[in-house]
């Protein structure tokens, strides 16, 4: 059973520029185990990176629901920053093609500006 949530997992830990060649034991009861690998299937990873992750983010100071939480805003942000580019794109369009800068343009970009100073503080905060 411990296998099946392991393999349920999809998401593998990201590309890392040194070699995972460490491993470590560890003992456990099948309780302990079980509960393990069912929070591991709640945040969409396998086992063994639940426990480095989470293993890390203690010594941040800092626990995997944060985290996560953290990640979701910065993809709700990523989200914003996409609609915002693309307004910025219109602006830019029409500004070429009629020679005149629409009032709101100032505020699209300002509005950009602000997400990125969102990201930089979550991301900051992630470290």
Known sequence: MADGFEQKAQISREHSETKRDKQYPLRMNTEE???LDAAALLHGMKLSRYLVEAGLAMGRG???AEQRQSIDELMRIRVLLGRSASNINQ???H???TDEFPDDAAAAVRYAKDLM???DALVRGML
């Open 33 to 35: 185990r079980e509960k």
């Open 62 to 64: 800092s626990g995997l």
């Open 91 to 93: 602006i830019a369009r």
């Open 95 to 97: 500004a070429n093609a």
């Open 117 to 119: 100073i969102r990201i």
